[in-house]
């Protein structure tokens, strides 16, 4: 007779998607927002809710970093080199898509 084992597969990602996307989503809400509040007086051509655009714009952008970050972890488990490129490559690729968000958000009005 053999002993049957059950065996249970472990998951890579110790945070579910949802968390990840709305850690990176608030960083970039935080920084936006820190940014936003820079501006002492708006010019009237750009509406009175100019700022909602960039407000929703760049914390998508930086869900879609932090989702990159997280389809990345199969790649970071495995350790060593692979583990340090993928964490250098997540990072480069947030701040790309902060500053692609930021252009998006920011196009027509601080950025004429």
């Known amino acids: 007779m053999t002993q049957r084992k059950n065996l249970t597969a472990q998951s890579v990602h110790p945070v579910s998607l949802g968390g990840r996307l709305l850690l990176g989503a608030g960083i970039a809400f935080i920084i936006i927002t820190v940014f936003l509040l820079q ?46 490129f993928a964490n250098a490559l997540s990072l480069l690729v947030y701040i790309i898509a902060l500053w692609l968000g930021t252009v998006l958000g920011l196009a027509g009005t601080l950025w004429n």
Do not use: C, Q, S, T
Not at 49 to 74: E, K, N, Q, S
């Open 39 to 84: 501006v002492r007086k708006a010019n009237p051509e750009w509406g009175e809710l100019w700022m909602l655009r960039p407000l929703i714009i760049v914390p998508i952008a930086g869900a879609m970093g932090a989702a990159f970050y997280f389809f990345m972890d199969h790649l970071r488990d495995e350790g060593g080199w692979k583990k340090i």
